[in-house]
């Protein structure tokens, strides 16, 4: 592809134009052919749907007739009554006419019901459950002993009680009429139930299987379409194809779930396409395929052909011609803008691009400068942000060990020297320890919060034993913050004024609080500094938090707008030191920041 990349622009804007346009206008024709051949398929693909529909609309007809008149046999009372009848006794002849005589009355409402059905070739109706086999039919016999039919073990009979629905279709089965005619035929099949619901009757309704044939002449089919029927297994019960070796092919594809709604599909094989439709019926399982081969209706497309190539030809050579016109324009703007940014990006971002028309190359130029002009700024903020960053934490870890918190430090331990001979003295040294460790730490990145609380403990140690009794701390700290993350030395400023300048100069014995939870449902966690101290003004707050103002302010003041930018620059313009007081009743801080959990590894041994 080394070619590709060293070609001018104007060569690979040339080729693309007339690899959108002349393949395009080449292909158009074709393009068009295929589409009026699509146009044939879609309506042939309907006209399929419609003749499938319509010879399921039939066979359903058909199907539903044989369901009314088995239901309607059912519900012959005497009929019934007589399957269940016990014809035994010692007088066998006896038993023997009466069973005839019932079997004629019978075969004679049966009779009467389906002749009014074509197709129809008999109706039987047999006992349901335990006892003796009992069957009552259609067909007029003599001389019938009362058990000489076992239907019990025929595949009608046992399939109807298995079945979920109660009622099966079967197919293929061969009914020998009175002159020993072998007819193929069909089967419905319904189990009936009493107002109990235990097992009554079965009745079986046997049609000619060649009635489908008049279903599908009826449905208007012409020569050019075939239609095979299957049952619910996928076995072909009708096809009016000659050419039975395609059978299995199309059965392999067509069996699969075809959604009635959709205009059928068209399969291949050996290079000849057929269209095909499919209908399911939801109450049988039983299909209908209506195929026709493609090549019906692409023979009268060739004519066609030769003029859409003609055109396709006439409108490359145009396209050839406007696209090497199209290109030239593209290319010469591009070039003298190349230029001019080559320009500014030696000057460091101090040139500007000059269009002098409104188009796309203006769009371009004047959004190129102003890019160049928001990565001068974003650049120069950077550089700030960073400087004001580091300056901040260094400034915030010299500010822990002025030289008046050492004096403090060490004349507390001086007056605890000359009280307490030993102990005192040992827990003073001991939290000092704790905070000059966390002090002169080297690292500057985030650290657990219990290592925060372990340190502030330790000075609020050193000034609880300073102010001897001046105050009391209560500390309310949720165990799940131990390791949350956060920056360090964010307490000690604000504990420091609430001591110095909050509950020193109060009258009496103050109180100092500090809490620390985690609110997960709002991802973050909040420290709370609260005194019962002489508090201060609002205005003095803001002075506090004022950048202008600080290098006039004491140190408390340097020290909270030193926590507030740290906190700022760290998470953000929505975090920060949130300060409310009021003169005379005390004084509350709360922070907040991100809640971001300590990864914590275990090591065994």
């Known amino acids: 592809m080394n070619w590709l990349k060293n070609m001018s622009l104007k060569t690979r804007i040339l080729a693309a134009l007339l690899l959108l346009t002349v393949i395009p206008m080449a292909v158009n024709s074709f393009l068009a052919y295929n589409m009026a051949k699509q146009a044939l398929i879609e309506n042939a693909l309907i006209y399929s749907q419609d003749v499938a529909d319509r010879v399921m609309e039939n066979i359903e007809g058909y199907q539903n007739k044989l369901q009314a008149v088995a239901r309607r046999a059912a519900q012959n009372d005497e009929v019934i009554e007589n399957l269940h009848k016990e014809y035994g006794g010692e007088d066998a002849q006896a038993a023997s006419s009466d069973f005839q005589k019932d079997y004629d009355q019978a075969s004679k409402y049966l009779s009467s019901l389906i002749t009014p059905i074509p197709g129809v070739l008999e109706m039987s109706i047999c006992k349901a459950g335990s006892g003796y086999p009992m069957m009552f039919s259609s067909t007029p016999r003599t001389d019938i002993a009362v058990d000489q039919w076992d239907y019990t073990k025929e595949l009608w009979y046992t399939s109807v009680g298995e079945a979920s629905t109660h009622e099966i279709y079967l197919d293929n089965v061969i009914y020998e009429n009175a002159e020993g005619e072998e007819i193929p035929s069909m089967i419905y099949a319904v189990l009936i139930r009493d107002e109990r619901g235990a097992a009554k009757a079965v009745v079986r309704v046997m049609a000619a299987q060649s009635m489908i044939d008049g279903f599908v002449q009826r449905a208007g089919r012409d020569k050019r379409h075939e239609i095979s029927v299957t049952n619910q297994y996928g076995r072909i019960i009708y096809d009016t194809r000659e050419d039975k070796s395609a059978s299995m092919f199309?059965?392999?594809r067509l069996l699969k779930p075809i959604d009635s709604g959709k205009n059928g599909q068209i399969l291949k094989?050996?290079?000849v396409s057929t269209l095909a439709y499919c209908n399911n019926s939801a109450s049988s399982g039983w299909r209908v395929f209506s195929l026709m081969k493609e090549e019906y209706l692409t023979q009268a497309l060739g004519d066609n052909g030769r003029l859409f190539v003609m055109i396709a030809i006439i409108f490359s050579v145009v396209a050839v011609i406007l696209c090497y016109y199209v290109a030239m324009h593209i290319v010469r703007p591009l070039k003298w803008l190349k230029n001019s940014m080559d320009r500014i990006e030696k000057k460091n971002f101090e040139d500007?691009?000059?269009?002098?028309?409104?188009d796309e190359i203006g769009d371009l130029a004047a959004s190129f400068n102003r890019m160049s002009m928001r990565l001068k700024i974003l650049i120069a903020r950077i550089y700030e942000q960073e400087a004001e960053k580091r300056s901040a934490e260094m400034f915030a870890l010299q500010a822990q060990i002025q030289p008046h918190f050492l004096y403090n430090t060490l004349n507390a331990i001086?007056?605890?020297?000359?009280?307490?001979?030993?102990k005192g003295i040992a827990d003073m040294v001991s939290a000092l320890i704790t905070i000059m460790?966390?002090?002169t730490r080297t690292t500057t990145g985030p650290i657990p919060i219990r290592e925060e609380i372990e340190w502030i403990k330790s000075y609020i140690f050193i000034e609880e034993t300073r102010y001897c009794g001046k105050f009391l701390v209560d500390y309310q700290i949720d165990p799940q913050v131990e390791n949350d993350l956060t920056i360090g030395f964010i307490l000690?400023?604000?504990?420091?004024?609430?001591?110095?300048?909050?509950l020193e100069p109060k009258e009496g014995m103050g109180k100092l609080t500090i809490a620390i939870r985690e609110?997960?449902?709002e991802g973050i966690v909040e420290f709370e500094v609260r005194d019962d101290?002489?508090?201060?003004?609002q205005s003095d707050i803001e002075s506090f938090m004022n950048a202008e103002l600080r290098s006039k302010q004491r140190r408390r003041d340097v020290g909270l707008y030193n926590v507030n930018r740290r906190l700022k620059l760290n998470y953000g313009d929505e975090y920060g030191l949130q300060i409310h007081s009021q003169k005379g009743e005390g004084t509350q801080v709360r922070i907040k920041i991100p809640l971001v959990r300590e990864e914590v590894s275990h090591v065994q041994g």
């Open 250 to 252: 199309l059965d392999a």
């Open 414 to 422: 001086r007056y605890m020297a000359i009280i307490q001979k030993s």
């Open 533 to 537: 101290g002489v508090g201060v003004e």
């Open 352 to 358: 500007t691009i000059v269009w002098k028309y409104n």
């Open 492 to 502: 000690q400023p604000i504990v420091e004024n609430a001591i110095f300048h909050g």
């Open 519 to 521: 609110k997960q449902e």
């Open 269 to 271: 094989e050996d290079g």
């Open 437 to 439: 460790r966390s002090v």
